[in-house]
């Protein structure tokens, strides 16, 4: 069954994933994972921790990253819309520090794979969202990073109508930038 459609970006690495969906009127099936058909596509990892979080409207999570113990990381949502973005923190890559943002949503079911050593965060862009994603190596509090979501070093261009309340932890508001970084 199963079969994926795989969209490379401008930074390596970063894959954007939409599975084969089989529709009628009863409703749909897909596979949200599997094995040999991410392997195909250069995604072959063993996850082993799953994900799962839901927030309201104008949440931005992020940037974060795992410092010691980074993860590869698949990401879908569930229910409702975000903007999903990577930014690349791998030493000498060629695109460090460049980021690259997709719509992941209920309705159009892709998936973002975000390779070690890029930091991760989204903005719900509808009224909820239930967000899930694979990990390849569990979660270290200890061991956290992040970024500053508005750095103006790295730019990201997150889709914030006039108006639209953002909320953003108390933690990720303290994040640094790119320049603390090195």
């Not at 749909?28 to 309201?56: H, L, P, W």
């Not at 931005?60 to 990577?86: M, N, T, W």
Request: net charge negative.
């Amino acid at each position: 069954m199963g079969k994926i459609y795989v969209e490379t970006c401008h930074i390596e690495g970063l894959k954007v994933i939409t599975p084969a969906v089989f529709g009628d009127e009863r409703g749909y099936f897909m596979e949200t994972y599997n094995y040999r058909d991410y392997k195909a596509a250069g995604i072959d990892m063993e996850f082993v921790q799953d994900n799962q979080s839901s927030s309201k409207r104008g949440v931005l999570r992020g940037l974060h990253f795992q410092i010691r113990y980074p993860q590869d990381k698949l990401v879908r949502v569930v229910s409702g819309e975000v903007f999903d973005v990577a930014v690349d923190l791998r030493e000498g890559s060629d695109t460090y520090g460049q980021w690259y943002g997709v719509v992941l949503s209920a309705e159009n079911k892709k998936q973002f794979f975000i390779p070690k050593n890029f930091a991760h965060g989204f903005l719900v862009l509808s009224e909820s969202a239930e967000f899930a994603y694979k990990c390849t190596d569990f979660y270290h509090p200890d061991d956290e990073g992040g970024l500053a979501w508005n750095d103006p070093d790295i730019g990201i261009e997150w889709p914030v109508p006039e108006g639209f309340k953002l909320t953003i932890s108390e933690k990720d508001q303290k994040w640094g930038g790119l320049k603390e970084l090195r």
